[in-house]
């Protein structure tokens, strides 16, 4: 498998996707930071929200699967990971009902799946 080091730019280009949709969502309540850190498992990114102190920190992944990268990659992975955000209440709510977790993750990333198709 072919793997790419992300790049500085890469990362603006990350932080600029998040902050367009950040706004298009109207997620203005939440306070959210990213980093440029190595995530073990391959994902091009990931985000931990905290739905009590409504705060989220992004980290862009330093390497990715080759297959991953195209024209805007960087600016569509910002986009998703602001989906999450947008759907953390809904899976912090959610939890506390008679669900198991890997069903309210799976579920929650065919959701942010399918509004990046719509919002395309």
């Known amino acids: 498998m072919k793997y790419h080091k992300t790049t500085k730019k890469e990362f603006r280009e990350f932080k600029r996707g998040m902050e367009a949709w950040y706004n298009k969502l109207k997620l203005h309540s939440w306070n959210i930071t990213a980093s440029h850190d190595d995530i073990q498992d391959g994902v091009c990114a990931s985000i931990y929200t ?29 986009k998703h990971e602001m989906l999450h955000v947008l759907l953390a ?27 990046e198709r719509a919002l395309n």
């Open 50 to 78: 905290d739905t009590k102190t409504m705060s989220a920190h992004a980290t862009f992944n330093t390497i990715v699967c080759g297959e991953a990268v195209y024209d805007g990659w960087a600016y569509d992975t910002g």
């Open 89 to 115: 209440r809904l899976g912090d709510i959610a939890s506390q009902r008679w669900v198991t977790e890997r069903e309210l993750v799976e579920e929650e990333e065919r959701v942010v799946l399918a509004l």
